[in-house]
């Protein structure tokens, strides 16, 4: 596709539940980035992937959250157990590599009840 | 490890110039800068890879001091347009190539 597409744009879950984000990045680009946003606040990192593999995992909060991208194209943020603490905008970008322009999704707003 | 930008806001009038900084207390292999408006997703600027190395888009540059670990976003004769939130990101490159962002710049341009 033309840019980075995340679906749904919004996810309204109640608190405990189980939710899917979904990224498509850009045809070609082996790097994909995950992060999340408050408002006010700048991206915050939390996986990356080079190709297949999470090559920087460090910045997932704690093990209700993972990540997979099993063909190195479209990549699922999974979360377990949501808490409302969880409610905010979860970006996808991906680019070609290192030191390589970062592109970013619109976006998933993800809100916990 | 976040990079520390500064001022934290800035408001201009249509014309004027403003200078956002970016410093990081790590080496550094590379500087991202992206600007965001309300609503809307982060939009990439530019990436500086070189130290000392400058880049020009439009009337927005920026400077990549490598030995300092710092960069500056020059905007110059600012437009409307360029109202929103600016980010820095940066990659310490070597073992971890992960991009890492400040808190933001919020920059408003008045009539």
């Known amino acids: 596709g033309a840019g980075v597409s995340q679906t749904p744009s919004n996810k309204v879950t109640e608190k405990g539940k189980y939710v899917e984000l979904r990224c498509d990045p850009i045809?070609?680009?082996?790097?994909l980035y995950w992060y999340r946003q408050s408002l006010g606040q700048g991206p915050e990192f939390l996986i990356y992937?080079?190709?297949?593999?999470?090559?920087?995992d460090s910045g997932l909060p704690n093990d209700r959250f993972f990540a997979v991208r099993p063909e190195g194209s479209v990549s699922t943020l999974k979360i377990q157990r949501t808490e409302r603490g969880d409610s905010a905008v979860y970006l996808c970008?991906?680019?070609?590599?290192?030191?390589?322009?970062?592109?970013f999704g619109q976006g998933t707003r993800l809100t916990v009840v | 490890q976040q990079p520390v930008q500064s001022p934290q806001a800035v408001i201009l009038r249509e014309g004027e110039d403003a200078v956002i900084n970016c410093s990081s207390s790590k080496a550094l292999y590379s500087v991202h800068w992206y600007r965001q408006k309300h609503g809307e997703a982060p939009v990439f600027l530019m990436i500086l890879l070189k130290g000392g190395e400058q880049k020009g888009h439009e009337k927005i540059s920026a400077s990549f001091n490598e030995k300092k670990q710092q960069s500056s976003l020059y905007l110059t004769a600012s437009q409307l347009s360029y109202s929103g939130t600016y980010f820095c990101g940066t990659e310490r490159g070597s073992s971890s190539y992960k991009l890492i962002f400040g808190s933001g710049t919020r920059l408003l341009v008045r009539p």
């Open positions: 970008a991906s680019s070609r590599g290192q030191g390589e322009g970062v592109f």
């Open positions: 045809s070609g680009h082996t790097a």
């Open positions: 992937f080079q190709g297949t593999g999470a090559a920087d």
